[in-house]
């Protein structure tokens, strides 16, 4: 069962245009993270949310926890060829000690 | 601090042989896990560790996996027999508290002929 649904799955954009990517369950999440992986590199964490409707800034990256922590958004501006990469979004359940996975948005951004 | 370190990143071995990977956490993390990615299964949770403590191991394929944490700053992965449907990425990660973030390693490509 896939509890974390990540959308678009694939994304090509040209340089400087903005987009978001999304995240959503219909599971309460207690904590949720963006993760960023390059090709042959492990993902790396960008963000942890955990209050419902937090936002949360990283240089030209917003994201957003959902007001009822069933979902979250990841704004990109002004995309960059180095933000290429696949966007993963995990999150605990409850009291799921487990990390649950999205399958991840794979980004291009073409020069 | 050096992150997590994997060996070997890239593994090519023949049906029916033993297949040892390696995995140095980061110092003073208490968590480690390892997972499986493919492309049509994402991220998948083999087994993780607490304090060197297999806690959950629910998500081993089968009893040709079996993972052992020895000491808090070392874990290896084995599969034995290996079959060509074992090929994929295999990543370990460690955490400082099981809530917290993860910091993975850069991963082992393994292919099984």
């Known amino acids: 069962t896939q509890l974390l649904e990540q959308s678009p799955q694939f994304l090509s954009i040209q340089e400087g245009e903005n987009l978001t990517v999304y995240c959503n369950s219909s599971s309460v999440f207690s904590s949720l993270q963006w993760y960023r992986q390059e090709p042959g590199e492990g993902p790396v964490l960008l963000v942890t949310?955990?209050?419902g409707g937090e936002v949360k800034k990283l240089k030209r990256l917003t994201f957003q926890f959902g007001d009822a922590r069933k979902d979250s958004s990841l704004h990109i501006t002004a995309a960059q060829p180095g933000d290429t990469g696949l966007y993963l979004c995990?999150?605990?359940?409850?009291?799921?000690?487990?990390?649950?996975w999205g399958l991840g948005t794979s980004l291009a951004v073409n020069p | 601090d050096a992150g997590v370190i994997q060996s070997p990143r890239h593994e090519v071995t023949e049906m029916g042989q033993e297949v040892t990977l390696r995995c140095k956490p980061i110092s003073g993390h208490n968590s480690l896990f390892w997972y499986r990615q493919t492309m049509m299964r994402g991220l998948e949770l083999l087994i993780y560790f607490n304090n060197n403590v297999p806690i959950d191991d629910s998500g081993m394929p089968e009893d040709r996996f079996s993972a052992k944490m020895p000491n808090a700053s070392f874990s290896t992965l084995k599969i034995q027999p290996s079959e060509p449907r074992d090929s994929a990425v295999y990543f370990c990660?460690?955490?400082?508290?099981?809530?917290?973030?993860?910091?993975f390693g850069s991963g082992t490509r393994l292919t099984v002929v």
């Open positions: 990660a460690s955490s400082l508290l099981q809530f917290y973030g993860y910091t």
């Open positions: 949310v955990v209050t």
């Open positions: 995990a999150g605990h359940a409850g009291n799921n000690r487990k990390l649950i």
